[in-house]
Nanobody
């Protein structure tokens, strides 16, 4: 059974940093597309970042425009874990952040394209 477990959320002041982790279990995720979505109160769930396998040890990462340059997604295949380093956080980054995984192929940005979801972790950025 596939499980995605997020950790690392919390409360931080604007300009601060947080690092989210997502530990995946239940199968080998080497070739899976993995990513992060977020959902703020009253808003649609939106794509934040994602990574897809490029063969061998190569992974490609894509970001939404609103986090590019501030967030960095990384992946440790040996641990079946992905990370989201969030810097220069803004109050508008406040949301529940979800880890996602899918067989693919291709890295897509619609929430319906992802089969597996974590339970979410709350990130709150105070002004």
């Amino acid at each position: 059974q596939v499980q995605l477990v997020e950790s690392g959320g919390g409360l931080v002041q604007a300009g601060g940093s947080l690092r989210l982790s997502c530990a995946a279990s239940g199968r080998t995720f080497t070739s899976y597309v993995m990513g992060w979505f977020r959902q703020a109160p009253g808003k649609e769930r939106e794509f934040v970042a994602g990574t897809r396998w490029g063969g061998g040890t190569i992974y490609y990462v894509e970001y939404s425009e609103f986090v590019k340059g501030r967030f960095t997604m990384s992946r440790d295949s040996a641990k079946n874990t992905v990370y989201l380093q969030m810097n220069s956080l803004k109050p508008e980054d406040t949301a529940v952040y979800y880890c996602v995984a899918d067989r693919g192929p291709g890295l897509r940005r619609a929430k319906n394209d992802y089969e597996y979801w974590g339970q979410g972790t709350q990130v709150t950025v105070s002004s």
